[in-house]
């Protein structure tokens, strides 16, 4: 009963974590009142806890500040409410329509390769181009990857697959590059949406060799729409690809709406029809 007791009073209140949602978009409590079309002193009051909001008032304040939907029941939890938001493991059956959309979107773009990851960056499923990437230079600690399969614990991380000296960097002509873009979407994630596993892979990171000098050189400002992407191939040679990422912005699942797509494109059209078949 006492630990119970002590658990209550560490949880933040509902007022605290929406002070900290503000702060962190940079909103004042009057910019706040203006998204919710509310007044600032009901912000005020809410915040302070001299206002109890009810369950329409949470979430209107949670879209105001487009908190992620994980968070959004952090927030209604904290307001005395329940969860509105499920989230679905992948493998469960219900999944099952989405799990073969995702298979024919990954399977269509090898054979450059696509993979999908969660929030956290790690890999759920991955085309057969990319699966075999991966496990050719596969991490110690992480399980080979079977093509278009959710992937068995534990994940692959494509931030510590780039970063990581025994990964993909001798395979990367333009590996700081590539580091500097991929962790400035990083950092700019975690600012915007704050998680204790993100910030400690961001700083893993960032003690790998290398890696903090190549970071230092990017021009800041948010994440680029595209990053370039040279690799090495087996003959000796390079490919230029781009690599672009795509969410499910529409989902209401939490597993769904964090779900992101990477997809490697070649840059010149020549290639891309020599290497399906198509040149001359």
Known sequence: MAQMLSDARARPGFGDLLTRWRKTRRMSQLGLALEAEISSRHV????????????????RLARALDVPLRERNDLLLAAGFAPVHRETPLDAPEMAPM???????????DPFGAVAM???????????????????????????????????????????AICH????????????????????????????????????????????????AARAVSLGGPPPLMIPVVMRGADGGT??????????????????????IE??????????????????
């Open 118 to 160: 969660d929030r956290n960056w790690d890999i759920v499923m991955a085309s057969h181009a990319s699966s075999a990437l991966f496990n050719a230079r596969r991490l110690p600690g992480v399980a080979a990857i079977e093509p278009l399969t959710v992937t068995a614990a534990p994940q692959p991380n494509m931030i510590r």
């Open 44 to 59: 005020s009051f809410i915040e302070t806890g001299r206002a109890r909001p009810s369950r329409d008032m949470v979430l």
């Open 263 to 280: 997809a490697f494109y070649p840059v010149d059209p020549a290639v891309e029809a020599e290497v399906r078949g198509g040149g001359a």
């Open 99 to 109: 799990l073969a959309a995702l298979r024919i979107i990954l399977g269509r773009h």
């Open 239 to 260: 490919v230029e690809l781009i690599s672009t990422i795509a969410t499910l912005g529409t989902a209401e699942d939490i597993t769904l709406r964090e779900l992101r």
């Open 165 to 212: 000296p025994d990964g993909f960097r001798p395979l990367l002509v333009n590996w700081a590059e590539i580091v500097a873009e991929t962790l400035a979407r990083v950092e700019y994630e975690a600012a915007r949406d704050p998680s204790p596993k993100r910030r400690a892979l961001l700083d893993e990171a960032l003690a790998y060799p290398d890696v903090a």
